[in-house]
């Protein structure tokens, strides 16, 4: 199991609710297994995994349905990163993250959650990630099942 460390500091970053093991494997392209420890400090997160030891930034991870939805402040946080960057939008593996969890959805309230929290975010998206994300959530809404009424 992958423990999610939180330093001792007073100060907690506001976007520490968005840190999942599995969007840290995403962004760092290695599976959730390989993950050894995630220590959360106050302005960094400090991931180690069986071959690498990588500092990643708040950031970069997405907003999950786990967590409140994100601030003005959470997004302003975004924006300044994404203009340092100079890409001005989010990191290109949030659509990956966000068609994953269309697919695991399993039931259509959980879908329309998650389609809602990408509406919410649709300004920090390509037109081409909002399209694909589009067609994996149509494609989703179609294979799960409705339930029959009697």
């Known amino acids: 199991m992958i423990t999610i460390e939180q ?35 106050p302005n960094v997160i400090l991931v180690i995994s069986e071959h690498l030891v990588r ?22 946080t ?24 269309f697919r695991q959805a399993k039931d259509f309230e959980e879908l329309s959650a998650w389609g809602r929290l990408v509406n919410i975010l649709k300004f920090a998206l390509s037109h081409d ?3 694909t994300l589009r067609k994996v959530f149509q494609e989703a809404r179609n294979f799960i099942a409705v339930p029959v009424r009697k």
């Open 55 to 76: 500092f990643v930034s708040y950031a970069d991870l997405p907003p999950i349905l786990d967590a409140e939805r994100p601030t003005n402040k959470d997004i302003l």
């Open 7 to 41: 330093s001792k500091s007073n100060s907690v970053n506001p976007l520490f609710k968005f840190v999942t093991e599995e969007a840290v494997a995403l962004l760092l392209k290695i599976p959730v297994t390989e993950i050894k420890n995630i220590r959360c400090w």
């Open 129 to 131: 990630s909002l399209e």
């Open 78 to 101: 975004w924006r300044k990163r994404w203009r340092k960057q100079k890409t001005h939008q989010a990191p290109k593996f949030w659509k990956e993250f966000y068609s994953l969890k």
